[in-house]
């Protein structure tokens, strides 16, 4: 009900059956808002199959609230897909993808890029063997995404077939997605690891926006750094190359222990054995003209996108929702991130002191009993939480459901575009200092404490905010 309500105040659910380009012929062909309701309420509730849907034929009291008649069948949610032009079908769902993510952009952000593979048992299209850690010579689809750092927001993901797991098969659309951009919601910088530090992808990030040695400096959490500039044999120019390493431990052995125990023959012979450091080093190549400290931070925080990715293939269904033919893989892709996008937001704006991943958020706010009653024309629903913090949670839905009360009666002049600015303004007001959302002038406390950005507060104008390219290698 709360997350319907959210939906209807965002106006997303209905722009989303609004502008489907379904091209249904027959009398018999299901409604598209039944269509889109039924795959929203299977990737809600968890599923990674088709068949799971038919576990939701006997819900009555969700699919009203959503505007639907009726809940498909799992055969007809298949072969209602088939019906997307493809072509069509992907610029719909960008278009839905950019509604929710775009007026964050205007604050400072990062983008993060990276790759994750999906392991295929059958024989769908585009099923190849590639790169597949977990399961090596098993066959597998690829998924390039693009995120906002820190927030945990799908910009877009592009599956191609196993074997174009390099970086360089993501990269037109992350360029056609930056060009579709307006400069001034250009990211501060691009964040991705060795798997994208080739020279034509470099280059093209520095197309776009714009030798010394030193000794070993403190660069934070037990790492020191140094840089200098390096040009590779593949390389058309010098680039900035910071270096920073740390103390290596063995596994099993204290800082305590040396290394040279262990030798009595070296003891007996009087000989004096000397200790050397073993160091762990990453090597980073980029743009930024930050200090050494900085952009060493910046990177550390890039790990936070792996996040996403469990939490997207083991609780959202990534790693299912598999057809035999390769589009409707793609379409299943993007809905599942536009309904985890959805889904982040609201539980955001109902508990804002953190992000809460789906395994904890839909027990805590789906985990209850609805009954729908019907009398003298009124439409009443009946909610019992089953949660251990029932009076907890409740306490902060109904403060929720009520400002999203407000923006549906009280702003009614508004359009759905500016009713969503104004929700995602209070989902972020704490990091917004109370202002909305708009351009920026300078640093704000969105860049500092959500963005994790530790970088001097003197940004660039927007007109010259510089796009780098930074990439990690590990030895």
Known sequence: ?????????????????????????????????????????????????????????????????????????????????????????????????????????????????????????????????????????????TYHTYWIGRLRLCLDVEVRPGKEHAGKYGMPALWELIDSLGRETWPQFIRGDCNYGNEENMKQAEARFLETQDRWSPAGSGWEGIEGMLQLSGWSRKRRVVVVRRTKTPRGSSSSNSSAKGLPLLELAGACTLESATYEYIVLVTSLPYEVPSISQLYRERADSENPFDELKNQWGWAGFTTRDFERCQIMARLIALVYNWWSLFVRLVDRQRHREAVTSRPMLLGGVARRTKHAGQNRLHLNLSHARADKIKEKLTKASQFLRAILTAAEQLSSTERWRRILAKIFEKYLDGRPLGRFTSCSALQLRDLGLTVPCQLWPAAEKPLAFSLNCRF
């Open 1 to 141: 009900m709360f997350f319907a309500q959210f939906l209807k105040a965002g106006g997303l659910f209905s722009r989303l059956s609004a502008g489907a380009p379904f091209a249904f012929q027959s009398n018999n062909a299901p409604q598209i808002v039944d269509v889109l309701g039924t795959l929203v309420l299977s990737i809600l509730a968890g599923h990674n199959r088709y068949a799971h849907i038919g576990a939701l034929r006997f819900d009555q009291v969700s699919p009203p609230i959503l505007g639907m008649s009726k809940v498909i069948s799992e055969d007809s949610a298949r072969r209602s897909l088939q019906k997307l032009e493809q072509l069509g079908a992907r610029s719909w769902q960008q278009r839905e993808l950019r509604a929710v993510w775009e007026p964050l952009l205007y604050e400072p952000w990062v983008l993060d890029i990276d790759t994750t593979i999906k392991t295929i048992y059958g024989r769908q299209e585009g099923a190849e063997v590639g790169y597949n850690p977990h399961k090596p010579g098993r066959p597998s689809h």
